[in-house]
Structure formats: C-alpha cells, structure tokens
C-alpha cells in the first residue's frame, strides 16, 4: 500500500473492500453515475441507492443490469429522507460536491449533506461507518467543505472516530477521504 | 482495522510493519526512550538511531540489550546531520514535538526538524518513505505544527506523495500521522 497511485476515491474503496461484509445492508446515499452503488452490490447482500435525479437512476439502473445485479433498491429522493426506507445498514457512502468529471456547477450542499449524514449516524450499529469523499473547489465548493469539516470536529468523540485523510501537497483541491466510524 | 483503538502511533507502527523489509536499513531520527528504535530493529536489517541528549542514548542502549538486539547504531548527533552518517536508508521515522508522557517544556523545534526531514528525504530511494508522528499543542507546538504542515504542503507532488492522517474529532490537540513517500 502507497498512496502515489492513489486518490481519495481509491481509498475509500480499499476501505469499503476491506469492512463489508456479504451479509450487510449498504447504503449508497449519492448514486450519481451508480459506480458505488455497483461495488456495494457485489460486495454486500443488499443495497439502498439515493439520488434526486431521474437521470441517475436510469444510468444505475442501466450499469446494474449490464452486470447481472439484483440486489439494489434505487430510490428517487434526498438521501436525508434515508430513514424513511432504510431502518439499519452496516454502512452508509458519500461523495459530495461536484460530480467528478461532471458539470461543476452542480454541487450537493452543506445543509442537506450534513442533515443525511446526522441521519446516516442513526441508522448505523456500532462498528458501522460512513465513508465521506468530498470533492470541493470551485465557486462553492469551499463554503461545503468547511461547513462539513465543522460539522465533523463537532462529533462527540466518545461515540464517534473520525479519521480525515488528505493529499497534502496535491494541487487544485484534492479530494478529501473521510471515514466515520460509531465506536464499539 | 478501525481507528476506535487506534491513535498517531499507533497508525505509524502499522505503516512501518507494513512496508519495512528484513534487509532494510532504516534511521530512527528521535531516538528518545528507543521504542521505535526497537520496533526498527526487530524489522529491519540495521538502524541508525539519533538524539542529541546523552540520557536518550543509555537508556535506548538498555532496552535494546534487554531485547538481545545487536543491529542498532546509536549516534548521539541532531538529526539534522544523518547524511554523515547514513548515505542510504529505506525509511526516516519521526516523532515531533513534546516527548509524550514526557516533559512537555522540551520541544523538538520546526527549524532544525525541517532540515532534518529535507535530509531525510535526500537519503530515501524512490519508493521509500519518511514517517511522521507530530504531537503538538502547548505552548510552542502549535508553531511547530503549522510550521511542518506549510513545509509539507510546498513539497513537489510529482517528487513526493505528503498523507496526512488525522483524528478530527478528538480533543486535546490529537497528535498527527504524516507519511512523505518519494513517487516511483
């Protein structure tokens, strides 16, 4: 393992690889182009997938079946609205700000992101996680990482571990990996 | 793994297990009570240990004979001369800032650390790496920190990979794991 090769999407899937287990519940709260939501499927037993627009499902829903998946629910709103369709799941990924490689001008936002992490923590059991890639830079992209960044040095540290991993010396913005673990 | 168990050390000590080979030669750059001169010594073919204080040195001395190791060189120098002594070396480790249980009126300072670790880079192979634990606060450490953290930052990225890991969430000025490995 060195991190040259690699980027913060890169380790949070080494991390999902190595703490998922084939009898877990997953949720994927930000499907986009459905890439996680496929990794969860072929590592997990089943998997919830969020996204708001139509678009995204229909790209997911169109990945998944070219590789045989079955075991998605893909669901066609706000991942902070999480609860309503999920009660438990051994996890919960994120990637937020812009959509890599996608238009920058649309970005999730600090509010509601940080409302469906809150909602992320209650469903998850100790020893459950929730991976965080945040993508920032652009116009707005800087207010979301702060205001997440505030929200996470915030977290009771008896109940939670969160660990930030960052490129340090990475130009234009490198993504953030963050991993939030609920203590044991 | 999980980080609930986990802290800067920690994470280090996994780091080095991970990625030091029995025919390496390794450099301890702060020596202080010699434990991870020990933990050096039982991974790698030879280690240069240094400190400045003479009291570092006996006891390191000690420890190790009470382990049976025989393959440490200790050099009572600064770490900012390890050129004179090690012209090559797989890894540098590092722990900056107060000694911890220790006194915390003795700090190592940025300048001499950063001249240090400049030289620690220079004696590294491609894919070799240099190890940082940095335990700040008080009331020079902040300076220190952010004084390694900008030196960091302005290191090229198409020579070095900079991973800075840190516990967000915990109080107490949580003491950082920093891994600088030179790209291949």
Excluded: W
């Amino acid at each position: 393992m060195t991190y040259y090769d690699k980027n913060a999407l890169k380790l949070s899937h080494e991390y999902l690889k190595k703490h998922i287990n084939n009898d877990d519940i997953c949720v994927d709260a930000t499907m986009g182009r459905g890439r996680d939501t496929l990794l969860l499927c072929n590592l997990a037993r089943e998997v919830y997938a969020f996204d708001i627009q139509e678009e995204a499902l229909s790209s997911t829903k169109r990945l998944l079946e070219e590789n045989g998946i079955t075991n998605a629910h893909l669901i066609l709103d706000s991942h902070h609205n999480l609860k309503s369709y999920v009660k438990s799941a051994k996890c919960v990924v994120f990637n937020l700000g812009f959509l890599p490689g996608g238009d920058h001008s649309i970005f999730s936002h600090s509010d509601t992101s940080i409302k469906a992490i809150e909602a992320a923590l209650d469903i998850i059991p100790p020893d459950g996680f929730v991976s965080i890639c945040s993508y920032y830079g652009g116009d707005t992209g800087f207010e979301e990482r702060d205001n997440l960044l505030a929200f996470l040095a915030g977290l009771d540290s008896k109940k939670y571990t969160v660990m930030l991993h960052s490129f340090y010396n990475r130009p234009n913005c490198p993504p953030l990996f963050i991993v939030i673990e609920k203590n044991h």
